[in-house]
């Protein structure tokens, strides 16, 4: 199978996106704190996979604030539960939040909170599939291995393309 791996130019630094063929398979921060990414740097000469072209374009679009959903073909290894999880991310409407417990809730389990906020966490497609959009039962921002000013940044610009509104705070 072949992957291929390209930094993507993002308003949030750079970002490290790895694809297939078939589906994107990751998307980090290229600087995160708690998640430094090694890279592989492709070649000039190395033709880009379509499915790379397509997330770029999406994300573009959705940095512009002219792309509310992404419409791409998604790979993460994990158990059945943390495929679940993942999927209930999905459907977090754009510009909305919820909470943990409300996640676990969505997922079958209100007492797999934990595990749930570790599943949360282990997401590798950040953005896409919007782990950004959990937030504490209290309304506070935690856990995000972005950084949590760019969790802050991300609710931001979704909630004023949304609602039209500057900031949520």
């Known amino acids: 199978m072949r992957i291929q791996t390209v930094l993507v ?4 630094g750079k970002l490290v996106l790895k694809a297939s063929a ?30 790379v072209a397509d997330t770029i374009q999406q994300l573009d679009e959705y940095f512009l604030g002219r792309r509310f959903n992404f419409d791409l073909p998604l790979q993460q290894e994990g158990s059945p539960f943390r495929q679940k999880v993942w999927a ?23 007492k797999a ?3 749930v906020g570790t599943t949360n966490g282990a997401n590798n497609i950040s953005i896409i599939v919007p782990c950004h959009r959990v937030i504490g039962s209290n309304g506070s921002l935690t856990g995000y291995g972005g950084n949590l000013w760019r969790k802050q940044w991300l609710l931001e610009h979704e909630n004023k393309f949304k609602h039209g509104v500057q900031t949520l705070f």
């Open 9 to 12: 130019e993002s308003p949030l």
């Open 22 to 51: 078939d589906a994107v398979l990751g998307l980090h921060f290229f600087q995160s704190e708690k998640r430094p990414v090694a890279i592989e740097i492709p070649t000039n000469e190395e033709p880009q996979l379509q499915i």
């Open 88 to 110: 209930a991310l999905l459907n977090i409407p754009y510009g909305r939040t919820i909470s943990y417990m409300e996640l676990s809730k969505r997922t079958g389990d209100a």
């Open 113 to 115: 909170i934990r595990a």
